[in-house]
């Protein structure tokens, strides 16, 4: 797991950036991040690219995962990456996952986004 989080100077400028950037599309992006590993010997076959529905979390939210085999000379893995995109007000958020041989439970990874979503001011207390 991993999380990134930025911070723009307008809540408008998030929003806009938002608008832009998040879109069915995206998962494409998440994609090229797991082909990355090509770069370090890693044979990767993407099988599947889609949208995980986390529902609404937050202002905003969008979910995308990516199932691919990854495969070196020692072993073969079935990998699952997962991308959970949360914003509100001047913040967005990006939490990744990435599991292998099984996908990470789906009432587990809406209870990370809400943590999330609450610690950049969305959807009540921070936890």
Request: glycine share 6%; proline share 5%; aromatic share 6%.
């Amino acid at each position: 797991m991993f999380q990134k989080t930025s911070v723009y100077a307008t809540a408008k400028a998030a929003a806009t950036l938002w608008q832009r950037s998040v879109k069915p599309a995206l998962v494409e992006c998440v994609a090229q991040s797991l082909e990355a590993l090509k770069r370090r010997g890693v044979s990767v076959a993407i099988s599947s690219r889609e949208t995980i529905p986390i529902g609404a979390i937050g202002d905003r939210s969008a979910s995308y995962r990516v199932i691919a085999t990854l495969t070196t000379k020692a072993r073969k893995l079935e990998t699952y990456f997962d991308v959970v995109l949360l914003g509100s007000g001047q913040t967005i958020t990006e939490v990744t996952v990435s599991q292998f041989q099984k996908p990470p439970p789906l009432k587990w990874e809406i209870a990370l986004a809400k943590i999330a979503a609450r610690r950049i001011g969305a959807g009540g207390p921070a936890a």
